[in-house]
């Protein structure tokens, strides 16, 4: 999957533009996603990408708000900004409802990690889990990481074999494949044992 590099013109109009919303951000309080700068792209598959499952479709249009890391796709430029809107309308609620304003238009908003709170709950079952299922030395995982992230197949089912023959829980029903709840879920197995 692949992006062209994005031109300098493109990156100073991209500025121009924050720098505009910015100004304009200080007429309010209570911003939307039109208060914010959006930069629009296109984007082509790499032939030679490992990720040919239809599962990595790659979307033909993004659509981003300048200085901060929301973007949303699409097969056109407005599916791509209905995308955006959805992603920046649940944004928006989760940071009221924690009491958050929303950073101000225009400014540099860096990446939020999501928490991990969970995952770490279970040290030593996460750390084992990482070597023996997800068959690696050391990986970060939050409590939003899925099965999903760690291969390129249609299915988790290669996974879920290895959950349920190495730990013999069964997690195959566990619809959104978090890890932080089939680590919950072989904690409770192992518990009860």
Not at 87 to 96: E, G, P, S, Y
Not at 146 to 169: A, M, P, Q
Request: one cysteine or more.
């Amino acid at each position: 999957m692949g992006m062209a590099p994005m031109s300098r013109m493109v990156r100073i109009a991209n500025q121009a533009r924050a720098l505009w919303k910015l100004w304009l951000s200080f007429r309010k309080h209570d911003w939307e996603l039109a208060d914010y700068p959006i930069a629009f792209r296109t984007q082509e598959p790499d032939p030679a990408s490992d990720y040919t499952a239809p599962r990595f479709k790659l979307p033909r249009h993004v659509a981003s708000i300048v200085n901060w890391h929301l973007s949303g796709n699409g097969d056109s430029r407005e599916e791509a900004l209905e995308s955006l809107r959805g992603t920046f309308d649940a944004v928006k609620l989760k940071r009221q409802q924690e009491g958050r304003q929303l950073p101000r238009p225009g400014t540099h908003v860096p990446i939020e990690f999501a928490s991990h709170e969970r995952v770490n709950a279970h040290p030593e079952l996460a750390d084992d889990f990482i070597h023996k299922v997800l068959e690696l030395d050391e990986v970060w995982i939050s409590d939003e990481s899925s099965l999903w992230d760690f291969h390129t197949d249609e299915t988790n089912d290669i996974l879920c074999s290895r959950i349920k023959e190495i730990y013999g829980v069964e997690v195959s029903d566990i619809q959104s494949a978090r890890l932080s709840e089939i680590l919950e879920r072989i904690a409770a197995e192992q518990k009860s044992a």
